[in-house]
DNA sequence: ATTGTGAAGGTTTTT
DNA sequence: CCTTCACAAT
């Protein structure tokens, strides 16, 4: 390859990026400046021009959707010299550093991943198991524990005993110990296992270091604090990684990702170059000024401009809705009205929470318009599908308890709660698996009547599973288990409406295995393996439509990344965007403006903000005010229409603007506040009656304690 | 042992 | 609003 078609239509920082020798590199590029397209340019002039080897080449990024996006891309320059590269996700290169060493991991041959849902269970059944109150140990609050513990890279054991943390770290210690008896690796468990496995085996972690003398890091603001460690162990004494990010786009603090990391880079890895990236490729001058001016409002913000040549383009739409019906049905007709020039492909409907599709899929189904959902509800988190891969994941490891646990009670067979309690109480004794465990029972004949008849025939029922399921089609495996499960056959005895859709859902899985293709290089895991791997990691495309041209749902921060022609940005509204939990929490709001730039830079030319005087939260009307941000965005930006909405006035001269409206104030809400001896009480009036949270700290001899209490109801 | 009922509780974002 | 859970009835 020639150098000057990679680097033809580069500009010139752009060059020099990809350019650049083997110093450790950091670019800092704003949204829409090509920072992915860099990256790519980065390893095609690596190995075209520089004539290094792929298989010397490490490409990590954030999200499945960004690691498929950079894999395409690369692909589509280089063709099929990409073998050996290691191109994905974290957690997906963390996980199939694993399968390579699960040996020297300490891990079993056949280890599962556990997603968020197995692991909430998990710590659900061992809090139960301490005897303690779930009220006071709410399980999601042991697990956010144990999850961020290990985002900074800490066991249990490392844990600094903190008088309120005992219990906390005791259930970290009990949920260590199950997983690593059932072979289970969570998400936060890849990355921690992968980490301490190459620091402590040297001879593994120089061939590494050796192998992956470049390190190139998408997305680097999102990094956490074991992920940068592992860039940093990775890279070695010559510290060559090549890193892009960009501080204005960290939208993912509340797991770990630390944004800090950027400067921390800077001083840590020697001689690091910086390279800035500012010029816009993606959008208009409008849309440009507007995400500038809303970002403006965030301190400590590396330095960095953003520009355009680009043309001034459309104002800005603003919708003022009566209610998010009204709101899907004003977004369903600009659709329609802008499909025939546009296309449906190029438009993409941005929203917060997941929660707020249901509505306008809705919409978009009764007009028959084809879309695409991405994340939100997982097909892999469905019951009957995880059902059915429970017998998939016996055939690969007996010893999965969870999944031993599931199969036992679906379909039903006479296994029932009371069995299954003593079967864990003795493998817990003995220190083995559920099946271990089970089989031992029947050995030593420790069980009897019925239950000894559903046991035997449960364990051979496994048995024949794995035998069968051996040296078979991935397909063909599917539907061996499937069929020896029963599920098919006990959910067409139901003959319920929502039996068939689970026969469908059963029968989709079955699909999948079919469909499924490992990625190149995995050959060194069976495809079953890799299949169950990627159900827990990815969460799993159940629309087929993926090239049929259709409108583009998702959360905002599905988006990162992303851009779209013309972009909607649904309910956007004080409590929804920022959300309310963002408001008592240190840093929330900065996060959701950040949010709110990501979002609006989505878009290249055509932006619909809009939002609803009312909407239906769990049942019960909220009635809410227009988003903050949207005061901040400079008026003769923005052109505000009402659909039966009452208007934000964000566009009218006499009305008042909160343009310096900072992070601090709460539009509208009553605040009190009350000075007693060293401390001070502020109490925020909630909306809901559901807005309860408090919060505490010191500052310099100082004690706060920040509270919002419910409005009284009259009504 | 399984199934059905009603009450209670939890609600952001993703690997 | 939707899911999960406890308990009663089969």
Redesign the pocket.
């Known amino acids: 390859m020639e150098p000057e078609d990679i680097l033809g239509q580069l500009n010139e920082p752009q060059r020099e990026a990809v350019t650049s020798g083997a110093n450790p590199v950091m670019v800092l590029a704003g949204a829409g400046s090509g920072k992915t397209r860099v990256l790519v340019h980065r390893i095609a002039w690596l190995i075209g021009v520089d004539n290094i080897s792929p298989f010397n080449v490490f490409a990590v990024t954030?999200?499945?959707?960004a690691a498929n996006e950079m894999r395409e891309r690369i692909s589509e320059m280089l063709g099929l010299e990409t073998r050996g590269m290691w191109v994905g996700?974290?957690?997906?290169l963390a996980h199939k550093f694993l399968r390579l060493h699960c040996k020297e991991a300490g891990l079993e041959q056949g280890f599962q991943v556990l997603?968020?849902?197995d692991q909430h269970?998990q710590i659900?059944k061992i809090i139960k198991e301490r005897r303690l109150d779930?009220?006071y140990y709410?399980p999601?609050e042991v697990q956010w524990f144990i999850?961020s513990q290990k985002d900074l890279g800490l066991r249990a054991k490392q844990v600094k005993e903190d008088a309120g943390k005992k219990q906390h770290i005791q259930l970290y210690r009990d949920y260590e110990k199950r997983c690593a008896r059932s072979g289970l690796v969570d998400?936060?468990e890849l990355l921690l296992c992968c980490y301490e496995t190459l620091s402590k085996n040297n001879d593994l972690l120089a061939h590494y270091q050796q192998r992956f003398k470049n390190i190139l890091v998408d997305e680097f603001q999102d990094t956490n604090e074991i992920q940068y460690q592992m860039i940093k162990l990775l890279s070695g004494e010559d510290g060559a990684a090549f890193v892009v990010g960009d501080d204005d786009q960290s939208?993912?603090r509340?797991?770990g990702a630390n944004s800090a990391n950027m400067s921390r880079f800077q001083k840590e890895f020697v001689d690091t170059r910086v390279i800035k990236m500012e010029q816009n490729y993606r959008s208009t001058k409008t849309i440009l000024a507007a995400a500038n001016a809303v970002i403006a409002n965030n301190d400590e913000r590396l330095e960095k401009t953003l520009w355009t040549s680009a043309e001034e383009g459309p104002q800005i739409k603003l919708v003022a809705n009566h209610d998010e019906y009204g709101e899907a049905h004003n977004i369903i007709d600009t659709i329609q009205a802008k499909s025939k020039s546009i296309g449906l492909n190029n438009m993409a409907v941005l929203y917060?929470?997941?929660?707020q599709s249901?509505v306008i899929e809705e919409a978009l189904l009764r007009q028959a318009i084809p879309y695409r959902v991405?994340?939100?509800f997982r097909f892999f988190d469905r019951?009957e599908v995880k059902d059915a891969l429970a017998y998939l994941r016996l055939a690969v490891n007996q010893n999965d308890d969870l999944a031993f646990e599931r199969a036992s009670?679906m379909?039903?067979?006479?296994?029932?709660?009371?069995?299954l309690s003593d079967i864990q109480s003795f493998a817990q004794t003995e220190g083995v698996s559920l099946f271990v465990g089970a089989s031992q029972l029947l050995e030593h004949s420790l069980i009897s009547g019925?239950?000894k008849n559903?046991v035997r025939d449960f364990v051979a029922q496994l048995q024949k599973i794995k035998n069968e399921t051996e040296n078979k089609s991935l397909k063909e495996q599917f539907e061996t288990a499937i069929h020896l499960s029963g599920l098919i056959n006990?959910l067409q005895q139901k003959k319920s409406e929502q039996s068939a859709t689970k026969i469908d859902n059963v029968m989709e899985l079955i699909n999948a295995a079919h469909g499924y293709r490992p990625l190149l290089d995995e050959d060194e895991i069976t495809p079953l393996e890799s299949f169950l791997s990627h159900a827990a990691?990815?969460?799993g495309d159940n629309q087929a439509s993926e090239w049929q041209d259709s409108v583009q749902l998702?959360?905002?921060?599905?988006a990162k990344g992303l851009e779209f022609p013309l972009v909607f940005i649904a309910g956007m509204e004080d409590g929804l965007f920022p959300?309310q939990?963002?408001q008592i929490?240190v840093g929330?709001l900065e996060?959701?403006r950040r949010?709110c730039y990501v979002a609006i830079t989505r878009s290249m030319r055509e932006l619909y903000i809009s939002y609803a005087n009312q909407r239906?939260?769990?049942?019960?009307t909220n009635y809410s005010r227009p988003s903050r941000f949207l005061y901040e965005i400079p008026e003769e930006l923005i052109d505000e229409v009402s659909n039966q909405g009452v208007l934000s006035g964000s566009t009218k001269k006499n009305h008042k603007r909160s343009s310096k409206n900072k992070s601090s104030s709460l539009l509208g809400q009553r605040i009190h506040h009350h000075v007693f001896g060293e401390g001070v009480v502020i109490a925020i009036e909630g909306d809901g009656d559901?807005t309860r949270a408090q919060i505490n700290f010191e500052t310099e001899g100082t004690k706060w304690l920040v509270l919002s209490y419910t409005k009284l109801n009259l009504m």
Request: proline residues 4%; hydrophobic residues 30%; without cysteine.
């Open positions: 954030f999200t499945n959707k996700t974290f957690h997906g997603d968020s849902g269970r659900k779930e009220s709410p999601k999850n998400f936060g939208i993912y509340w797991r917060r929470s997941n929660a249901r991405y994340g939100g019951a009670s379909p039903p067979k006479g296994l029932g709660a009371k069995t019925r239950a559903a006990f990691l990815e969460s998702m959360t905002m921060h599905s959300h939990r963002s929490e929330g996060e959701e949010l239906l939260i769990h049942g019960l559901n």
